[in-house]
């Protein structure tokens, strides 16, 4: 590896603009996936980015928004850095080439849940992640940035000079060792390790494990967020439907076409998605229905057209037109609210070690994210990170409310089988769902744990094998999960279904067994 440049890890919005700001700093960073460098969830992010642009917007109504999301757990200070510094890194978006869709010469900004405001920068109506990824996919390939496909991160150990990261290729050889060189996860999340996601597959968590096990807090990990509308038919991927098409009147229709959100909350079919998620899980187990139904007809038929181009194409594929007809739903797995502890600066606990995006927990979003604020975060910390790696200063999160440790133990080092992966994925979705309780969380963490003794090297001094950082994120979930004995934003107990002050703070996850040389 030729540079002696931050290692920057993952290929989504937050890893391509750091990478990018790095550069324009004037470093040289070399920047890693596991994939291909336009394979991330990004590509597939529909909504858009949240920003106060309008006229008729503040920072503080994107700020209020933001809190009020949160179930209570919104870090105040970050939600005023990403809502303040939102307009200006839209502005960078802009200078680097985003064709956002415009309307009258102004930008169109469109609406969705939980937004008192209409504020949803897009591009290409419905294409926003896939228009932001590949503008900064090239330009970082123009840009000359070292960009290497394929390429695992399978290692992080901290020592005193900093962090050293072990690679390979994706097919487990040619193992290097980078030492001395600040270390950026920007992984993402892990809704791919459940059965039902929104996600790409490739969405497995493992930069969160990863990091775990090099002595990093990870937090709020309990606070899964699942997304209300996801395309239902049996043995198709769970397309995003996105929340946009409600924010422009369409309705959720349970079997027998009744309206049945306003009966949940008074703000309907723009509540906070943890509200609507849950309202549809309850009416589907109410009815017995495998979906509920998504009307848009009442949207004029060239704005439905115009604005959601990609979902039109992907619902033609399988006959409907959804002007005619309504869209058969279903929650999914959508966004890891929780992750790897950092401050505002990306710091983790552990020096040398950043993160931010999706993979990175700074509490911006408290419990429950608002919509279309997670392009915006990767923006902002990312900006933050970048700067931090020109001019390193001294930082860390702040220490959680409370925080358990988790045992890492020696395993049988056996490699990741279809039937592991499928075990974990059904576990994480039928135990630690939209609705959870406590046996169900039991019986998860010890299969999860089980899956881990397996794949897990029988030596600590051993590269885990393949899989094994992915289930350990799923046990962190599960374990997290457990642990938080209310229901709060996105996590849900019906053993424990009140919101209580006791546990108005941030959960936190540290290991112990974790590597330290
Ligand atoms: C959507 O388009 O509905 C998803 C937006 C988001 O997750 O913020």
Known sequence: MP????????SGIAGLYVALRARELGLRPTLITKSRLEESNTRYAQGGIAAAVGEDDSVGRHLADTVNAGGGLVDRRAARQLTE?????????????????TFDGRVALGREAAHSRSRILHAG??????????????????????ARERTVLRRLVATKGGVTATLSRDDGRSVEVVEGRPVVLATGGAGGLYQYSSNPSITTGEGIGLAFRAGATVTDLEFVQFHPTTFYHDGAPRFLMTEAIRGEGAVLRNDAGERFLPKYDRAAELAP????SRAIDREMRRTGAPCVWLDATGIPRDRLFARFPTIIRFLASYGIDPSREPIPVAPAAHYTVGGVATDLDGHSTVPGLFGCGEAASTGVHGANRLASNSLLEGLVFGERVARQLLHPTAGAPPAPGRTVTVRLRPGRGAPMGTADFEEVRKTLWEKVGIVRDGPGLREAVRTLQAVG?????????????????????????????????????????????KTLDAWKFHLGLSAVGARTR
């Open 3 to 10: 540079s002696n440049g931050p290692l920057i890890v993952g």
């Open 85 to 101: 510094e939102a307009p200006k890194r839209i502005a960078d978006l802009v200078r680097m080439g985003v064709p956002f869709d």
């Open 125 to 146: 109506g419905d294409a926003t992640g896939l228009q932001i990824e590949e503008t900064l996919r090239r330009r970082a390939l123009h840009e000359g940035i070292e």
């Open 273 to 276: 998605r943890d509200v609507v």
């Open 453 to 497: 003794d397996r794949l897990e090297p029988p030596e600590r001094i051993e590269l885990p094998g393949p899989g094994a950082d992915a289930v350990l994120t799923a046990r962190l979930i599960a374990t997290a999960a457990l642990t938080r004995t209310e229901s709060r934003g996105a996590h849900w107990r019906s053993d424990h279904p």
